[in-house]
């Protein structure tokens, strides 16, 4: 079973989220540093205003995930995709970290890693992941420092589930903190959500401001290289595909979910 593609039934979504802009109104928000004197993994800017981050459904996170959901989130084309890029980015032997993660596991069963430490919120879905040797919960939106060694990961994942972080700022500022310095961060997502529980900034965006702001959040903390974007989109009216089928993407209605990751580096160096 997979979670349900709501925004194929509400109307357009709007272009884009605003320009980011700073703002310090909320006491629980990250303070932002100014770019010029902000340290290696300190926040520069913040990239989400207020209503950015305000999700439909107040109740805290804990209580939507206190049952497991035993379910994929994603359709094989989309799993196949990321497996592929982490073949591709990841080694054997290193540590890695597995944010906002469950039951399911999307790294490449031949790969042997030193170790893979998993986040969520639900300790029944984790306890499930055959990769993880070890695993904590923490709801990342009433606090974000995680309790882990600062430099200790070679790369951190983060899939399908970057749409739910009220203060993403800071939860990416921690990612930089754990990561080794030339460690990867690997943020995928595809155009599923749980709507009630995705960010406004998230949920009234489309495709291209999504990957947007998944760079700006890169962005916004000193320290990571500039995001690089993978895409891969449906196949647009190939040989094999009928006229439904074209007729169905043009409308965003193809069958497929698409994938897109957003990675970035901790520099060795801040630029
Ligand atoms: C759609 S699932 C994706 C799970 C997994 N990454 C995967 O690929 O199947 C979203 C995940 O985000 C995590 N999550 C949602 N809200 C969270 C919060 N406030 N704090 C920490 N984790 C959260 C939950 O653990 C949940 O499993």
């Not at 944010?99 to 986040?119: K, N, T």
């Not at 600062?150 to 800071?170: H, N």
């Not at 500022?173 to 900034?201: D, H, Q, T, W």
Request: aromatic content about 10%; proline content about 8%.
């Amino acid at each position: 079973m997979l979670c349900t593609a709501p925004q194929l039934l509400r109307p357009r979504p709007r272009a884009l989220w605003p320009a980011p802009r700073c703002s310090s109104s909320n006491d629980a928000q990250p303070s932002p540093l100014p770019s010029s004197t902000a340290a290696a993994g300190g926040i520069r800017r913040l990239v989400l205003p207020p209503e950015g981050r305000a999700k439909l459904d107040p109740r805290p996170d804990r209580d939507f995930y206190a049952f497991p959901r035993l379910v994929t989130h994603v359709d094989d084309g989309f799993i196949a995709a990321l497996t592929g890029l982490y073949r591709e980015r990841l080694r054997a032997g290193w540590d890695v970290l597995d944010l906002m993660s469950s039951w399911v596991s999307h790294l490449p069963p031949e790969v042997q890693f030193r170790r893979v430490v998993g986040h969520g919120l639900n300790a029944q879905e984790l306890a499930r992941n055959p990769r993880l040797d070890s695993f904590f919960v923490k709801d990342l939106n009433e606090e974000q420092q995680l309790a882990l060694e600062g430099g200790s990961f070679d790369a951190v994942l983060c899939t399908v589930s970057v749409q739910y972080l009220q203060y993403p700022e800071k939860v990416f500022a921690e990612i930089f903190r754990v990561l080794k310095p030339g460690g990867v961060c690997i943020v995928s997502f595809s155009n599923r959500m749980f709507y009630e529980k995705a960010i406004g900034a998230w949920r009234e965006g489309t495709a291209y401001s999504r990957v947007q702001l998944v760079m700006q959040y890169f962005q916004c903390v000193e320290g990571f290289t500039q995001p690089e974007v993978v895409r891969e989109l449906p196949a647009a009216g190939g040989s094999s595909a009928s006229p439904l089928d074209a007729v169905m993407r043009l409308f965003g209605m193809a069958n497929s979910d698409p994938f897109y990751a957003v990675i970035s580096y901790r520099n060795f160096k801040p630029m």
